[in-house]
């Protein structure tokens, strides 16, 4: 689709409904189309319509950060992403160049995530503001086998992160509770 048929589409929506909080630029990984992406966000700029960019923080575009009211910036430790260490790097590149705007950190915790790599988050978001909120997140659903053994890393990765970061909670991944993939 092109900026202008996405437009179009939301031009529709808005139309059909009094209200919407914003319009959130999301999909495999928005930044990984820049010109797209940088092109769609400025339209829903021009039109005065809020913009919320959710993204694996690993890739920057100035422009498109410019560009978004909020952003949900998503961490994954190198074990849960497929990534090499070279992620945190790209993380906190990321989240240096976001932490002006309205900005979120979700970071997806399985059974394979480490203390390691909690420390690292830890350590790049404690580097930003303190209003700077992070959600955890659990991979595995909280009906399967895993359920006690997640809900217990959560609890315990959330009480080792508010030693250091002001605002942790615990989320679901909301797609889940609506069976989308």
Aim: proline share 4%; with cysteine; charged share 25%.
């Amino acid at each position: 689709m092109s900026v202008a048929e996405v437009f179009s589409q939301i031009k529709k929506l808005k139309g059909q409904t009094n209200s919407f909080h914003s319009v959130s630029v999301t999909g495999g990984e928005p930044l990984a189309q820049p010109e797209f992406c940088t092109s769609l966000l400025s339209r829903l700029k021009s039109e005065g319509l809020k913009t919320y960019l959710e993204t694996n923080a690993s890739i920057i575009n100035k422009e498109a950060i410019a560009l978004s009211d909020i952003i949900s910036a998503d961490i994954k430790a190198p074990e849960d992403s497929g990534t090499d260490e070279s992620i945190w790097t790209q993380h906190r590149r990321f989240l240096s160049a976001a932490q002006e705007k309205d900005l979120f950190i979700k970071m997806p915790i399985s059974l394979k995530t480490s203390m390691v790599s909690l420390n690292k988050a830890i350590d790049i978001i404690k580097e930003l503001p303190s209003d700077i909120p992070l959600f955890f997140q659990p991979v595995h659903s909280l009906d399967s086998a895993a359920a006690k053994e997640i809900e217990q890393k959560l609890k315990l990765f959330k009480s080792l992160a508010q030693k250091k970061i002001s605002k942790v909670k615990i989320i679901p991944q909301t797609h889940k509770l609506f069976f989308v993939r």
